[in-house]
């Protein structure tokens, strides 16, 4: 089992109250936070839980919280005494994290928002380069958790408060002394970086679509109809736009393009996103206007 103290300081707090609006997700957040990074390290298997030790400390407003960890199917080890691993695992997930110091919480302190532009793998972890060319040289284990979207959001979460009126700090540390302290300037660093798309497919395909309506602005988003849904369609055939911006192309209800079209799938935070966009349009297909006859 690891301990350790959370305490926010600010002039909100010098009563020694927190709105439990702030401090409630915070803690769930933190709980959130050891539990995702002890499966970033040790596995899926791995169970971990936060509890709240004891009352609530004087002087601004602290918290005193315990880590145990324990496996999955564990009953037998526990039996055969290996309680000693389950503490060693606790263990490693505050240091990691960074709650004794570096860990996590250094790596992003160190980086102060800059970007990093280079990473080499050394004996001794990973070799980061930033954008102004300082260097730093970082454990793999913060780098698992560095890259791990859902402990960063959680972090983020736990540094949050601080980013309120009232509340100033966060610090980390134990009986003994702080550890690591985050200030409100620090905050905007802890943000969790937004999710980027990932592309699954992408293939061109000639598509046949009826005209729902157009438009002429600079992103060319037309909305089309491609036989079972409306879809909006980039336009990017600019033989085909400068026909129409001379009045050599009309539409009316009813036409039909046909066309060479690119089509992309994404994968986003929010779910599958298709895009399409027109290379090149084959053929502009009027409307019917008159009963076809049957050709001899």
């Not at 791990?148 to 009126?165: Q, T």
């Not at 702080?178 to 969790?192: D, G, K, M, N, Y």
């Not at 990932?198 to 992103?219: G, Y």
Request: hydrophobic share 45%; proline share 3%.
């Amino acid at each position: 089992m690891g301990a350790f103290r959370i305490t926010y300081d600010g002039p909100a707090l010098q009563a020694h109250t927190m709105d439990v609006r702030d401090l409630a997700p915070a803690l769930l957040a933190l709980g959130d936070l050891c539990e995702e990074s002890g499966r970033a390290l040790f596995g899926e298997s791995l169970r971990v839980r936060v509890d709240v030790r004891a009352s609530f400390r004087t002087g601004s407003f602290g918290i005193d919280l315990s880590v145990s960890t324990q496996l999955a199917q564990q009953l037998i080890t526990w039996l055969s005494g290996d309680g000693a691993t389950a503490f060693a695992n606790a263990k490693t997930i505050l240091e990691v994290i960074g709650v004794g110091g570096a860990g996590l919480i250094g790596l992003i302190q160190w980086l102060r928002g800059r970007r990093i532009t280079r990473v080499e793998t050394t004996p001794k972890g990973r070799r980061l380069t930033v954008e102004d060319g300082d260097i730093a040289v970082v454990e793999e284990r913060v780098i698992v958790l560095f890259q791990r979207r859902a402990v960063r959001e959680a972090l983020a979460k736990v540094v949050e408060p601080i980013e309120r009126d009232g509340i100033e700090r966060l610090a980390l540390g134990d009986d003994e002394r702080i550890s690591v302290t985050i200030e409100r300037a620090q905050a905007p660093w802890f943000h969790a970086p937004p999710p980027e798309d990932v592309l699954l497919m992408e293939e061109v395909r000639t598509i046949a679509f009826s005209i729902v309506s157009l438009s002429f602005r600079e992103d060319n988003k037309w909305r089309l109809h491609d036989g079972q849904n409306a879809v909006f369609v980039t336009m990017a055939d600019r033989d085909f736009l400068a026909r129409v911006d001379r009045n050599l192309v009309r539409f009316a209800k009813g036409d039909i393009l046909l066309a060479e079209t690119r089509v992309t799938q994404w994968q986003t935070a929010h779910g599958l996103r298709t895009e399409y966009t027109i290379a090149r349009v084959l053929e502009h297909r009027q409307g019917a206007a008159q009963i076809e006859l049957p050709l001899a």
